[in-house]
């Protein structure tokens, strides 16, 4: 929201105070302005000044220019050459008769240049023009740097006085507000005037707004409002207030004063008409958003809708029609409909939406946008003048569903106080009479099914004191109160305060204290230490897991991401592929298969047809929008979608989320009582490159399977857990025979399950149009994980003795996993034996059909002397010996 000094000036006195300490003051009281702009503080004082327009003549040498005599308030007038075209139409009609006020600018000054493109700042140079002489100009709004417009020369108000610095006119300052949804009574000019004089403890002067019928406005000879339309409100709750003024005889050509427009302009809007001007006018005064109906409009559907008056030509028909008034019903939207806005396009409504209709059908959607069928137009005379207020949760979602925001819908949308209807409605109706030519019909059309009750909230003094941690005097909590608009009345140690009708967001005790305490001060909130002595310091158990995971996730050389938590049934949908092959078939040539799906805690429960059952989603009551329609149940969703997005624009990404996924307690049916199970995970995502390209050159190959395992073996690594076991798995949203189950021994020697890892199915990664190659993930369950996990572990001692390292190549059946053979080398090591690594691995004809090489690398080393050769020699023999019991396995020669 953009404000207006000047503007604000008129409401409460700034003498003394800067924009800038405003500023200040109403960030600090949770108001935030982001920015002040000054407006003219480059102005040239001396060369810059208000001039008057004497007369137009002819200029002796071209059509299109004229020569306008320049009173600046120095002696002589001074002629200047223009092409201005509201000058055009007074050339040669002699002297005028009453001030044309302008921007005079005289040699040497710097402005803008009017006719280039964006923002060009020149020194004005005198230079003969079509063999005139011409050393000033008169200036349009462009070449002052005030808007982009450079149709004309910029018209001043008649009181400006000739010979004045501009910057003393037409100097200002605006600031640029970022108010929080909880702020829609300060969405307004008379509400931050009424904020900044609580806050400088000022006078606050509200504009004079009522209108009556003895109003001068006010044509009494014409029928009262109330029998020119019907209003009528099928849903108190979509609408608890409409109000309908008729303002007749106006002139929609008509353009707004020169200072109407001005304020327009500097709050961000664009002068239209002085119909729409006045509208949008009262609504930045009040915040009360109006809406202009065409009453003649209105008018003739109505007398279509009755079917009087059908037969032309017949007078007696016609007659009857002028008895016909349109009926106003605010309903809300039925499945089909539709309606033309007043951009024209056709816009198909979504049911529930709040929409005010005639006795045709739609025209308008409630604080949206109005309909094509009855707006204003050049040929509008009479105009029946909407000021009510919605149910704000319905604005905001029907403006972001048809993505039509605009400044009403910004201010429906917090919640506008029925309260402001009076005046705004006031304001727009005299405006309408006073600068379009508008007479206002006596009395209003105004129905209120639901007014809101006067709100009191009672509560002790000390409660402020309690809450705060300071004492603030009685006498100012009494009076900050009073100039928020508060009914305060203290009587011993209780305060009872009435809250002003414009204030829909008071409701609590603690809504009266954050009302005190931001105009006393915040930052006069003393710092209290803690009266009582610090609580002993406890082990966050789910806080340390969680970041230790992440920090060993970045130590794998992995980059975090936060995706959202909600998603919709189709697109998580799509990452489990119905009817793949491989699902349902053992997976390798040998070991168990595994359903991920089987493993407590990973995967997706699924449905009919291989895709997730919407009914054991947890849904989102009130979502934001279709996308965002219920909790996610995999990991995988967001990992994808941001995999797709960033490898449009580079070739290797390597990320990993922590957080939750949601799932309905096994066995219970879904309902308002039930709460959903939140197991915690971790998912990993690898692509691309297995490094960055650097100046060795040589293309390094794809990341696939067994990246991903290394990353989930260095992961679990740093949480304590070493020893694991990854068996062939199969999983809906994976490659079959690039899927494994992961699982590590608890305590007690159970093998616990703790996730999966594979390569992405190709199905998966064409639906979300990753690139054709090998995306790799996984997904741990931190539930299972922390069972497992050790604490915070110390740095291991490390021996100041040199390893030693023996390769070993084991011939075994090709069913035995290699994670089995090297269980059994630790497992018969002992403390000597540090290391196991496989780093080769053989089949063919030298180790026969059916059999595989295993090429181990063991380090050995001792803590307290060097190794001999003897005596890791004999630990390699009882390592041979153990294999050959443990998996079968043959040393090869």
Not at 640 to 660: H, M, P
Request: hydrophobic fraction near 45%; include cysteine; proline fraction near 6%.
């Amino acid at each position: 929201m953009k404000l207006v000094w000047s503007w604000l000036s008129e409401h409460v006195d700034l003498t003394g105070v800067t924009p800038e300490h405003v500023a200040e003051r109403l960030t600090v009281a949770g108001l935030e302005v982001d920015k002040v702009e000054r407006i003219g503080d480059w102005w040239d004082r001396e060369r810059l000044v208000v001039g008057n327009v004497l007369r137009v003549l002819s200029h002796p040498d071209a059509e299109r220019l004229v020569l306008a005599d320049v009173d600046w308030g120095a002696g002589a007038p001074h002629r200047v050459v223009t092409g201005a075209p509201n000058l055009l139409a007074f050339r040669d009609a002699g002297d005028f008769d009453k001030p044309m006020k302008v921007v005079f600018a005289r040699e040497g000054v710097e402005l803008y240049d009017g006719h280039a493109e964006g923002w060009v700042k020149v020194k004005l140079k005198g230079r003969p023009v079509r063999g005139v002489m011409s050393d000033a100009m008169v200036c349009s709004e462009k070449e002052i740097g005030l808007s982009e417009d450079h149709d004309g020369i910029l018209i001043l108000d008649d009181d400006a006085p000739v010979g004045a610095p501009i910057a003393d006119v037409l100097g200002d300052a605006v600031l640029t507000l970022e108010l929080t949804a909880n702020y829609a009574h300060a969405s307004n000019v008379v509400g931050i005037a009424r904020e900044v004089a609580a806050l400088l403890d000022r006078p606050f002067t509200p504009p004079e707004w009522r209108l009556d019928d003895a109003d001068a406005v006010v044509d009494a000879s014409l029928p009262a409002a109330a029998t020119w339309c019907r209003v009528v409100i099928d849903d108190d709750e979509a609408c608890p207030r409409y109000s309908a003024r008729i303002v007749t005889g106006v002139d929609a050509t008509r353009p707004s004063p020169a200072w109407l427009q001005r304020r327009l302009r500097l709050s961000g809007m664009r002068p239209i008409n002085a119909v729409v001007d006045a509208t949008n006018y009262a609504m930045l005064l009040w915040g009360e958003p109006l809406h202009a109906f065409d009453y003649d409009r209105l008018k003739a559907r109505a007398v279509a809708a009755s079917g009087v008056g059908a037969s032309t030509g017949d007078a007696t028909a016609a007659s009857a029609g002028a008895g016909v008034v349109p009926t106003i019903t605010v309903r809300r939207s039925t499945p089909g409909e539709r309606m033309t806005t007043l951009d024209g396009i056709d816009r198909a409504l979504d049911a529930g939406t709040i929409l005010i209709t005639d006795d045709a059908g739609p025209i308008a959607i409630a604080g949206v946008m109005g309909g094509a069928e009855t707006e204003v137009t050049d040929a509008t005379r009479t105009i029946l003048l909407e000021a009510a207020t919605f149910h704000f949760p319905s604005i905001r979602r029907a403006s972001r569903d048809l993505k039509l925001p605009s400044e009403s819908s910004w201010r429906f949308s917090r919640d506008v106080p029925p309260a402001l209807i009076d005046p705004g409605s006031a304001v727009g109706s005299r405006l309408l009479a006073e600068h379009a030519g508008g007479r206002v019909a006596p009395g209003i059309v105004d129905v209120h099914p639901r007014p809101r009750p006067a709100v009191e909230v009672v509560m002790p003094l000390s409660e402020i004191d309690r809450l705060l941690g300071a004492e603030i005097p009685v006498a100012d909590i009494e009076a900050i109160l009073a100039r928020l608009g508060f009914t305060a009345v203290v009587d011993g140690d209780t305060l009872a305060a009435v809250v002003p009708p414009h204030r829909v967001d008071i409701e609590l005790p603690a809504d009266i204290v954050e009302e005190i305490v931001r105009v006393w001060g915040l930052d006069r909130l003393p710092s209290v230490p803690l009266a009582d002595a610090l609580p002993a310091q406890r082990e966050n158990r789910t806080q340390w897991l969680e970041e230790a995971t992440r920090d060993a996730c970045v130590g794998a050389g992995l980059q975090e991401i936060v995706s959202y938590r909600m998603t919709s049934v189709v697109h998580e949908g799509e990452t489990v592929v119905a009817g793949i092959a491989g699902i349902a078939d053992d997976v390798g040539a040998g070991g168990d298969v595994v359903d991920v799906g089987d493993v407590g805690g990973v995967g997706h429960e699924v449905g009919a047809g291989g895709l997730p059952a919407e009914a054991r989603y947890v849904g989102i009551a009130n979502a934001i929008s279709p996308e965002r329609s219920v909790m996610r149940q995999s990991m995988l969703t967001g990992l994808l979608d941001a995999a797709a997005a960033n490898l449009r624009f580079t070739d290797r990404v390597a990320l990993f989320e922590v957080g939750s996924t949601y799932h309905w307690p096994a066995g219970t049916s879904p309902s308002p009582s039930t709460l959903p199970d939140e197991p915690r995970h971790v998912a990993l995502l690898l692509a691309g490159p297995q490094r960055a390209d650097d100046w060795r050159g040589g293309e390094a190959r794809p990341m696939d399977f067994y990246d991903a395992k290394g990353a989930v073996e260095a992961v679990l690594g740093a949480l304590g857990i070493d020893t694991l076991h990854f068996a062939p798995g199969r999983h809906a949203s994976l490659h079959p025979g690039r899927t494994a189950v992961v699982s590590a021994v608890d305590a007690d020697g159970t093998p616990r399950a703790l996730g999966y890892v594979g390569e992405l199915h190709p199905q998966v990664r064409r639906r979300w149009d990753l690139p054709e190659r090998s995306i790799a993930v996984a997904d741990l369950d931190l539930e299972a994980i922390d069972a497992l996990a050790g604490a915070i572990r110390p740095i291991a001692a490390f021996s100041p003795y040199p390893p030693v390292e023996r390769d070993l190549a084991v011939l075994v059946d090709e069913a035995i996993p290699a994670a089995d053979v090297e269980a059994a080398v630790r497992a018969a090591g002992g403390k000597l034996l540090v290391g196991v690594r496989l780093f080769d691995v053989y089949r063919g004809p030298q180790v026969g059909e059916g059999r595989k090489s295993l090429a181990l690398r063991l380090r050995f080393q001792s803590m307290d002397k060097t190794l001999e050769g003897a005596s890791v020699d004999r630990v390699r023999e009882q390592i041979v010996r153990a294999l050959g019991k443990a998996v079968g396995g043959e040393v090869r020669g």
